[in-house]
């Protein structure tokens, strides 16, 4: 096995995983915050890059509807 190769995908499941831990967290902020996240938004916030939800995360306190959610997400689409 190519020690690149075992490089890359070590260094790529670690961002997954990183990723993965954010993902978690933001949604756990979102149902602290808003009480039931419609299953829309989940499936939207699954596919963002990982800066993107981050930048959400720091946001959080920012939103007071779901709607606001929506808006940032449609002012920094992709």
Known sequence: M???YSLRAYEEGMAD???EGHFSL???LLKKKFKHIPE???DL???LENDTIISIALRIFEFETL???DVFLLVNKK
Do not use: P, Q, R, V
Request: hydrophobic share 40%; no cysteine.
């Open 40 to 42: 829309k938004y989940i």
């Open 17 to 19: 995983g990183i990723k």
């Open 26 to 28: 933001l949604i756990k």
């Open 67 to 69: 709607e606001d959610l």
């Open 45 to 47: 916030l699954t596919d």
């Open 2 to 4: 190519n020690l690149s």
